[in-house]
């Protein structure tokens, strides 16, 4: 009997193998007039003989398209797209036969229309391994007031109060903008992202797993803003203005012109942003034996008033000239500067012997002055060699300089003692060039082979100065212990190659090598310090990704890549920050760079929905720790812990559409994150399970109005010693367009329920401690955007090719 059923199986297995085997491929590749390819044509394969849908696809970045599956029998091949005329072809297909149709000219529509009514859309989500896109400009909701509201809505992104970004789970995403990094970091990146109208940008990519030709650098991935592209010749101006009202108020400007005539197109965007941030901080601090960890009698309790004014602008200007219809010359500058007024009270009660009455308290007003310009220019080339090979080459350039004006005046009283009082005045200034070169050439071999190669080098110089004073009996004498010179080089050259094979009509690979050599060298100079230290260390990194598709609706893939974190300058800056006279922050010139492996499993079901399985290991994680030093001072400095071991579980369901009128996005993720690290005397461990649930909502509502309804839930998370208590969040927002499309009004609600309220816990050897944050998250807002076009639509012929190097300018 068991015989019997095994070789009814085999032989229903080989039968199958059999139809699959006989089935073919239809493939081509859809030019215009110039030989160029049409992206996005449609292709459809019909009956011959009643013309039903049997099956379809669309032309890629290349032009070309692929049918596959086709059973033999008699097909009608129907290709079209908007201003061209349709094109049918009858064809015939037999046993297991691959049919190419080369290149098929799309001839111009001489019809023209009065009124074309558009009903339908790119759909808001896509899904590809190791990478998501979010369409902004398809969603129902684009008329979002910023880029930094936007990006606070994407499914898997976490953007803390200090700029921090999480990815999936992780710390560490690069933001890019144009394949071009955006350079900042912590309140910087915030201030820059909240300048940016969401309605310039076409869509969002969050890319898990990046390719060789990215930089080697972020732990977790890469956040890729591509902003829109002119496709009208003529005059295109936008314009748009947001207020928004919690407990402070924010605000941004933006005016954006386009000249578009024949080859040659410039640009031109300007911003202004202001607003004050509203924090209020609570925080216990427990000072612990470090042989035992045991708690002392010593306890540290901080109630915290922070008021953060700022104001901003940024402008940027380029053209792009085509030089013929393979050469593209491109130019750009902008600058951008910030002042930013900082006034934070911080009072600090300290309690022995676990008394219900504080024994001392220190009130300290700390009021730092900042301020910051940032110059970022270049230029770049491509060429189109070949009809399936481009060369391009870009030189970009960044001079920043901030200068940093410190106050701190603190009061220290006790029961038997008389008031003492400091008045410490820091001024700080520094200087970061930096130069970047790079150069890339893509060439297709064959229909099954396609290569791309580059070289890149990045020279970066900076220099900073501390001058700290004490007031003592009216005159101003210099603080030699907190008083320095800080000099550091870096120089990193950098090449990849990577092979892209498509071995069958179902099998493809992603093969990547980058290899980045990196020399460093800083000088610190103080009175009672000078040292200098030079490393030097090249690391491969690797990158693979092979994809199957088990049928129409099926893909699987299997990704991996080594990355590295590099420590940002003002990590390893070791200039003294002075919060009060018991708490410091200083930076650590000693830092090793992390080294990450990632590898992820990816099953796409309809190229809608995905789940994916993920491991990363991170060898030397860079994480803030807590020291206590002789004086119960308390000194923040970035270290190296041991390891960090991530693993979990991804779900995105999207586009799901339970009613015509709604559009609904569901995504998710159950992370397990160790980290581990060595004290005096024994190891320790922070580590957590962590469920993330993301849901979006889009409603048609009636009248032409537009309704979103979004809401996040995050659990527990660890980052080094830190541990964070779970976030939720509800946010609703409603849309109105007029005008012919042309003016956007859009009121929002952020945080109804005010829930965003971060609480953090920290325990090592030293110190246990846990605050509480109150941030000004709850407002509503209010943005219109008006867009005015002028000219005849034309298609674009360059797509901007330019990609910079990420840098950790921690600003």
């Given at each position: 009997?068991?015989?019997?059923?095994?070789?009814?199986?085999?032989?229903m297995?080989?039968i199958?193998?059999?139809?699959i085997?006989?089935?073919?491929?239809?493939?081509?590749?859809?030019?215009?007039?110039?030989?160029?390819?049409?992206?996005?044509?449609?292709?459809?394969?019909?009956?011959?003989?009643?013309?039903?849908?049997?099956?379809?696809?669309?032309?890629?970045?290349?032009?070309?398209?692929?049918?596959?599956?086709?059973?033999?029998?008699?097909?009608?091949?129907?290709?079209?797209?908007?201003?061209?005329?349709?094109?049918?072809?009858?064809?015939?297909?037999?046993?297991?036969?691959?049919?190419?149709?080369?290149?098929?000219?799309?001839?111009?529509?001489?019809?023209?229309?009065?009124?074309?009514?558009?009903?339908?859309?790119?759909?808001?989500v896509?899904?590809?391994?190791g990478?998501m896109?979010?369409?902004l400009?398809?969603?129902l909701?684009?008329?979002?007031?910023?880029?930094?509201?936007?990006?606070?809505?994407?499914?898997?992104?976490?953007?803390?109060?200090?700029?921090?970004?999480?990815?999936?789970?992780?710390s560490?995403?690069?933001?890019?903008?144009?394949?071009?990094?955006?350079?900042?970091?912590?309140?910087?990146?915030?201030?820059?992202?909240?300048?940016?109208?969401?309605?310039?940008?076409?869509?969002?990519?969050?890319?898990?797993?990046?390719?060789?030709?990215?930089?080697?650098?972020?732990?977790?991935?890469?956040?890729?803003?591509?902003?829109?592209?002119?496709?009208?010749?003529?005059?295109?101006?936008?314009?748009?203005?947001?207020?928004?009202?919690?407990?402070?108020?924010?605000?941004?400007?933006?005016?954006?012109?386009?000249?578009?005539?024949?080859?040659?197109?410039?640009?031109?965007?300007?911003?202004?942003?202001?607003?004050?941030?509203?924090?209020?901080?609570?925080?216990?601090?427990?000072?612990?034996?470090?042989?035992?960890?045991?708690p002392?009698?010593?306890?540290?309790?901080?109630?915290?008033?922070?008021?953060?004014?700022?104001?901003?602008?940024?402008?940027?200007?380029?053209?792009d000239?085509d030089?013929?219809?393979?050469?593209?010359?491109?130019?750009?500058?902008?600058?951008?500067?910030?002042?930013?007024?900082?006034?934070?009270?911080?009072?600090?009660?300290?309690?022995?012997?676990n008394?219900?009455?504080?024994?001392?308290?220190?009130?300290?007003?700390?009021?730092?002055?900042?301020?910051?310009?940032?110059?970022?220019?270049?230029?770049?080339?491509?060429?189109?060699?070949?009809?399936?090979?481009?060369?391009?080459?870009?030189?970009?350039?960044?001079?920043?300089?901030?200068?940093d004006?410190?106050?701190?005046?603190?009061?220290?009283?006790?029961?038997?003692?008389?008031?003492?009082?400091?008045?410490?005045?820091?001024k700080?200034?520094?200087?970061?060039?930096?130069?970047?070169?790079?150069?890339?050439?893509?060439?297709?071999?064959?229909?099954?082979?396609?290569?791309?190669?580059?070289?890149?080098?990045?020279?970066?110089?900076?220099?900073?100065n501390a001058?700290?004073?004490?007031?003592?009996?009216g005159?101003?004498?210099?603080?030699?212990?907190?008083?320095?010179?800080?000099?550091?080089?870096?120089?990193?050259?950098?090449?990849?190659?990577?092979?892209?094979?498509?071995?069958?009509?179902?099998?493809?690979?992603?093969?990547?090598?980058?290899?980045?050599?990196?020399?460093?060298?800083?000088?610190?100079?103080?009175?009672?310090?000078?040292?200098?230290?030079?490393?030097?260390?090249?690391?491969?990194?690797?990158?693979?990704m092979?994809?199957?598709?088990?049928?129409?609706?099926?893909?699987?893939?299997?990704?991996?890549?080594?990355?590295?974190?590099?420590?940002?300058?003002?990590?390893?800056?070791?200039?003294?920050?002075?919060?009060?006279?018991?708490?410091?922050?200083?930076?650590?010139?000693?830092?090793?760079?992390?080294?990450?492996?990632?590898?992820?499993?990816?099953?796409?079901?309809?190229?809608?929905?995905?789940?994916?399985?993920?491991?990363?290991?991170?060898?030397?994680?860079?994480?803030?720790?807590?020291?206590?030093?002789?004086?119960?001072?308390?000194?923040?400095m970035?270290?190296?812990?041991?390891?960090?071991?991530?693993?979990?579980?991804?779900v995105?369901?999207?586009?799901?559409?339970?009613?015509?009128?709604?559009?609904?996005?569901?995504?998710?993720?159950?992370?397990?994150?160790?980290?581990?690290?060595?004290?005096?005397?024994k190891?320790?461990?922070?580590?957590?399970?962590?469920?993330?649930?993301?849901?979006?909502?889009?409603?048609?509502?009636?009248?032409?109005?537009?309704?979103?309804?979004?809401?996040?839930?995050?659990?527990?998370?660890?980052e080094?010693?830190?541990?964070?208590?779970?976030?939720?969040?509800?946010?609703?927002?409603?849309?109105?367009?007029?005008?012919?499309?042309?003016?956007?009004?859009?009121?929002?609600a952020?945080?109804?329920?005010?829930?965003?309220r971060?609480?953090?816990?920290?325990?090592?050897?030293?110190?246990y401690?846990?605050?509480?944050?109150k941030?000004?998250?709850?407002?509503?807002?209010?943005?219109?955007?008006?867009?005015?076009?002028?000219?005849?639509?034309?298609?674009?012929?360059?797509?901007?090719?330019?990609?910079?190097?990420?840098?950790?300018?921690?600003?």
């Amino acid at each position: 009997m068991m015989s019997t059923i095994k070789i009814y199986f085999l032989t229903m297995l080989f039968i199958q193998t059999i139809s699959i085997s006989a089935q073919s491929v239809i493939s081509g590749r859809i030019t215009d007039g110039e030989s160029l390819p049409m992206v996005g044509a449609t292709i459809l394969l019909l009956n011959h003989t009643d013309s039903a849908y049997i099956a379809g696809t669309t032309s890629d970045l290349d032009g070309r398209f692929e049918v596959i599956n086709i059973k033999p029998g008699h097909y009608i091949l129907s290709l079209s797209t908007i201003g061209y005329k349709k094109i049918k072809m009858p064809l015939q297909t037999e046993l297991n036969v691959n049919i190419e149709l080369g290149d098929i000219l799309f001839e111009k529509d001489t019809y023209m229309l009065s009124t074309i009514n558009v009903t339908g859309k790119r759909p808001p989500v896509k899904v590809a391994p190791g990478k998501m896109t979010i369409n902004l400009s398809s969603a129902l909701l684009n008329t979002d007031s910023n880029i930094l509201d936007a990006l606070r809505k994407l499914p898997g992104v976490i953007i803390q109060n200090d700029g921090t970004i999480i990815l999936n789970g992780k710390s560490g995403a690069n933001v890019l903008i144009d394949d071009k990094v955006t350079y900042l970091s912590g309140e910087n990146l915030i201030n820059y992202l909240r300048s940016i109208p969401s309605h310039s940008v076409e869509n969002i990519e969050l890319i898990s797993q990046p390719s060789s030709r990215y930089d080697a650098s972020s732990s977790s991935g890469i956040i890729n803003i591509r902003k829109k592209r002119v496709k009208e010749q003529g005059i295109n101006l936008a314009v748009s203005s947001g207020l928004e009202k919690g407990k402070c108020i924010r605000g941004n400007e933006t005016l954006s012109l386009n000249f578009h005539h024949n080859k040659l197109n410039i640009y031109a965007d300007y911003s202004y942003y202001f607003g004050k941030d509203c924090i209020e901080m609570s925080i216990s601090g427990h000072y612990l034996d470090p042989i035992t960890s045991k708690p002392l009698e010593l306890r540290k309790d901080i109630e915290g008033d922070i008021n953060r004014q700022y104001k901003g602008h940024y402008i940027k200007v380029g053209a792009d000239y085509d030089l013929s219809d393979r050469l593209t010359i491109g130019t750009y500058l902008s600058s951008s500067w910030l002042d930013r007024n900082k006034k934070e009270v911080n009072v600090s009660d300290f309690y022995n012997n676990n008394n219900i009455q504080s024994d001392s308290t220190l009130t300290a007003l700390n009021a730092p002055v900042n301020s910051y310009t940032n110059i970022i220019g270049g230029a770049n080339i491509i060429y189109k060699f070949a009809e399936k090979g481009k060369w391009d080459a870009s030189f970009d350039y960044q001079l920043f300089k901030q200068e940093d004006d410190l106050l701190l005046n603190s009061a220290f009283q006790t029961h038997i003692k008389p008031l003492i009082e400091d008045t410490l005045s820091g001024k700080t200034n520094g200087d970061i060039k930096i130069y970047s070169g790079q150069t890339n050439l893509s060439y297709a071999i064959s229909e099954k082979f396609g290569i791309t190669a580059g070289l890149k080098s990045v020279f970066v110089n900076i220099g900073s100065n501390a001058l700290y004073r004490n007031l003592i009996a009216g005159n101003w004498q210099k603080d030699n212990n907190l008083s320095s010179h800080f000099n550091y080089k870096e120089n990193i050259h950098a090449g990849y190659f990577q092979l892209n094979s498509k071995w069958s009509s179902r099998f493809s690979t992603e093969i990547g090598l980058r290899l980045e050599n990196t020399y460093t060298k800083n000088n610190y100079n103080s009175t009672t310090q000078d040292t200098t230290f030079t490393k030097r260390y090249t690391y491969l990194f690797p990158t693979l990704m092979a994809q199957y598709q088990l049928s129409e609706n099926h893909d699987v893939s299997v990704m991996y890549g080594r990355r590295i974190v590099r420590p940002n300058y003002r990590n390893m800056n070791p200039f003294v920050e002075v919060k009060d006279q018991f708490l410091y922050e200083q930076g650590n010139t000693e830092l090793k760079p992390e080294l990450i492996d990632n590898i992820e499993v990816s099953w796409l079901f309809k190229k809608r929905y995905s789940f994916n399985a993920f491991y990363s290991h991170r060898k030397n994680p860079i994480s803030f720790s807590f020291l206590v030093e002789d004086n119960n001072r308390v000194l923040i400095m970035p270290l190296n812990l041991s390891s960090n071991h991530s693993l979990g579980l991804r779900v995105g369901l999207n586009n799901l559409k339970p009613f015509k009128w709604w559009t609904a996005h569901i995504n998710g993720s159950l992370t397990y994150k160790q980290f581990d690290w060595r004290t005096p005397g024994k190891t320790s461990r922070n580590e957590v399970t962590t469920p993330v649930l993301h849901i979006s909502n889009q409603f048609e509502l009636p009248h032409g109005w537009g309704g979103e309804a979004l809401g996040f839930y995050s659990g527990e998370m660890v980052e080094g010693q830190i541990r964070i208590k779970s976030l939720w969040t509800i946010s609703l927002g409603i849309r109105k367009n007029l005008l012919n499309d042309k003016f956007s009004l859009y009121i929002y609600a952020h945080d109804i329920f005010h829930s965003n309220r971060p609480r953090v816990s920290m325990e090592n050897n030293y110190l246990y401690y846990t605050s509480r944050e109150k941030n000004d998250s709850r407002m509503i807002g209010i943005s219109f955007s008006y867009r005015f076009n002028r000219g005849k639509e034309i298609r674009k012929s360059q797509n901007d090719n330019r990609i910079e190097e990420s840098k950790r300018i921690g600003l």
